[in-house]
């Protein structure tokens, strides 16, 4: 069975098992009344979203967790489907989904309702589980540094690779997270973005990697079946911190997160709409650059409806991505 049609079937299956049990966890999610609050200041076309359920994160995370636990079992059968190294990834997504998990609810049931969690307490956390995982791939697994274009070896960077790749995996995450805003763009970013990877894991013959990628591609795929416009399920910070967080943690496995941006070029534009933002708005002392960031908000405010803009950006994500996956060819 060739690597292609491993990584095709366990993309199917985490498609399969994720749409599956949407709709009970739909019920549940409305039983509970975890829906999302909108913020005030947000497009008026956001209102009608209103008490949409939340914490969607949770549909994908626990497919591509169960498959992975029960592929790493066929070991004691004589197969090896995935490998010990998938264990990093995985605990990515897994501790920034919980984080994530928390941040949503204390923003739906806690005291900071409508606000969550306290953005100090919220980054101190992730810079703790980012250098955890930045030490475990350079000590633990002993990745490949940095692949530079053209040059067919890695560069090895010494001390410098913990706090690099730590800042990687909390930027990749908050990009992400930047990015879910509208019905259905965050979840097909990502895809684009585990799809690269993915091939590229292949190129390099990491197949447990790509492996991993496409069962997170087949769970997201999943996702998006509830998530599209109009969405009936929000991933929430659950969601988008996980994908985030492990969309960074994968770069660094393959080596090649110089091309990082260029494959969640939409994540990174987000990221720095709003630091220019309030930039700006701190040197004009009340003027906007954007009419609200981030980015996604100001191309709705011009004019550009939701489904406009998600396919837009979903366009010019696939294109970046696709030559992300060629200058990695190089």
């Known amino acids: 069975m060739t690597e292609t049609a491993i990584s095709i079937a366990l993309s199917l299956l985490s498609f399969m098992m994720t749409v599956i049990w949407g709709e009970p966890l739909l019920r549940t999610l409305r039983h509970f009344k975890i829906g999302k609050i909108i913020r005030v ?5 956001h209102i009608s979203k209103m008490g949409t359920p939340t914490m969607g994160g949770v549909m994908f995370i626990l497919p591509v967790l169960l498959i992975t636990i029960l592929m790493n079992a ?15 990834p ?13 941040d949503d609810w204390e923003g739906i049931r806690g005291k900071r309702r409508g606000l969550g969690m306290r953005a100090r307490t919220k980054f101190i956390i992730q810079v703790v589980f980012a250098v955890l995982l930045a030490i475990s791939l350079k000590y633990l697994l002993g990745v490949p540094e940095i692949y530079w274009p053209g040059y067919d070896k890695p ?18 995450s908050n990009a992400v997270n930047f990015s879910d805003g509208l019905d259905g763009l ?14 590229i894991a292949i190129l390099q013959g990491q197949v447990f990697i790509a492996r991993f990628c496409f069962t997170i591609v087949g769970a997201l ?7 599209v416009h109009p969405a009936e399920l929000f991933m929430g910070d659950t969601g988008s911190l996980a994908l985030g967080a492990t969309i960074g943690v994968i770069s660094l496995m393959t080596g090649q997160w110089l091309l990082l941006p260029l494959i969640i070029i939409i994540p990174v534009s987000e990221v720095i709409s709003v630091i220019l933002q309030i930039l700006y708005f ?5 003027k906007r650059l954007f009419k609200m960031a981030p980015l996604h908000h100001h191309f709705e405010l011009l004019g550009w409806s939701e489904t406009q803009v998600v396919q837009r950006f979903w366009i010019i994500s696939l294109l970046s991505a696709l030559l992300g996956v060629a200058i990695a060819l190089v």
């Open 90 to 102: 995985l605990a990515a997504m897994v501790g920034f989904g919980l984080l994530g998990a928390i």
């Open 186 to 199: 965050a979840g097909l970013i990502s895809v684009t973005a585990f799809i690269s990877f993915g091939a």
């Open 74 to 88: 066929t070991i004691l059968i004589g197969l090896e489907v995935f490998g010990r190294a998938i264990v990093i």
């Open 221 to 227: 795929f999943g996702f998006l079946w509830w998530n």
């Open 41 to 45: 200041e947000g497009p008026d076309t």
């Open 155 to 172: 560069i090895w960077i010494g001390i410098w690779y913990v706090p690099i790749a730590a800042f990687i995996i909390i930027g990749a």
């Open 282 to 286: 701190r040197m004009t002392k009340g």
